[in-house]
């Protein structure tokens, strides 16, 4: 039974410094992303099909 009170308090104490290690690297900005922004103007958007370049669809009757 003394195991598992000790095993409880081993995982609560790692669980608490993996959360505390988390938010520490979100406040240094581990996880910004510092290339995205100064290449988004590479790439660019797909130009929209117009209805002009498509053939027109006549209704058959059969």
Known sequence: ME???VLI???LVL???FLFL???AMKDGQFDDG???SI???FENQPKKSN????KKSK???
Do not use: G, H, M
């Open 52 to 55: 002009k370049d498509q053939p």
């Open 22 to 24: 988390f938010f520490r």
């Open 3 to 5: 195991v598992i009170f």
């Open 40 to 42: 988004r103007i590479l």
């Open 35 to 37: 290339v995205t922004p």
């Open 60 to 62: 058959s009757y059969e």
């Open 15 to 17: 669980a608490v410094s």
């Open 9 to 11: 308090a081993v995982s």
